[in-house]
T-cell receptor, first 112, second 109 residues
Framework: DVKVTQSSRYLVKRTGEKVFLECVQDMDHENMFWYRQDPGLGLRLIYFSYDVKMKEKGDIPEGYSVSREKKERFSLILESASTNQTSMYLC???????????FGPGTRLLVL | GQNIDQPTEMTATEGAIVQINCTYQTSGFNGLFWYQQHAGEAPTFLSYNVLDGLEEKGRFSSFLSRSKGYSYLLLKELQMKDSASYLCALPQDDYKLSFGAGTTVTVRA
């Protein structure tokens, strides 16, 4: 079974803080994704990466950056957290020939 | 781009059947996914349809009509544990998925 882990389940930060959300997958998958999920809006893609050191903007990249230094790890960075970034953040991965994306458990971030 | 529409909420009784519709508009079709997501948990894969017709997996079935831009997820013999959100998703390209807002199904005793 594919295992996708995220560094925190719940996180509380203050406005202006720099926030790191870590995601690790154990299946050697090439592609990794960061989504945020908000009520009524569904999952929206922030960034994705199809290889080490490669990154592509998703639908809502503003206010975020990412890092993929190793194949198994994909980090989401909030350079200066704002209250409108309070959300559930989900990491996912998939690989060549895979039928689906596999999701991590999510990080519920509250920015005060 | 893609437009994906599904109802916001549905309520049904234990043992009943519920059908969750998903309509979409897309410039290129590469299949349609259904995911289940329990509150506070990660989405988990239910089905993937790329050809027209009905695919059955136990109590859950998924139907696709590409010409109509329409899919549905059918949940039979509902159980309390089926209370969850059900997400319809379409691949945008080789990498990305676009998700509908999700349908929250509440199963009542």
């Amino acid at each position: 079974d594919v295992k996708v882990t995220q560094s925190s389940r719940y996180l509380v930060k203050r406005t202006g803080e720099k926030v790191f959300l870590e995601c690790v997958q154990d299946m050697d998958h090439e592609n990794m994704f960061w989504y945020r999920q908000d009520p009524g809006l569904g999952l929206r893609l922030i960034y994705f990466s199809y290889d080490v050191k490669m990154k592509e903007k998703g639908d809502i990249p503003e206010g975020y950056s990412v890092s993929r230094e190793k194949k198994e790890r994909f980090s989401l960075i909030l350079e200066s957290a704002s209250t409108n970034q309070t959300s559930m953040y989900l990491c996912a991965c998939d690989g060549t020939g895979e039928e689906t994306q596999y999701f991590g458990p999510g990080t519920r971030l509250l920015v005060l | 781009g893609q437009n994906i529409d599904q109802p916001t909420e549905m309520t049904a009784t234990e043992g009943a059947i519920v059908q969750i519709n998903c309509t979409y508009q897309t410039s290129g079709f590469n299949g349609l996914f259904w995911y289940q997501q329990h509150a506070g948990e990660a989405p988990t894969f239910l089905s993937y349809n790329v050809l027209d017709g009905l695919e059955e997996k136990g109590r859950f079935s998924s139907f696709l009509s590409r010409s109509k831009g329409y899919s549905y997820l059918l949940l039979k013999e509902l159980q309390m544990k089926d209370s969850a959100s059900y997400l319809c998703a379409l691949p945008q390209d080789d990498y990305k998925l676009s998700f509908g807002a999700g349908t929250t199904v509440t199963v009542r005793a």
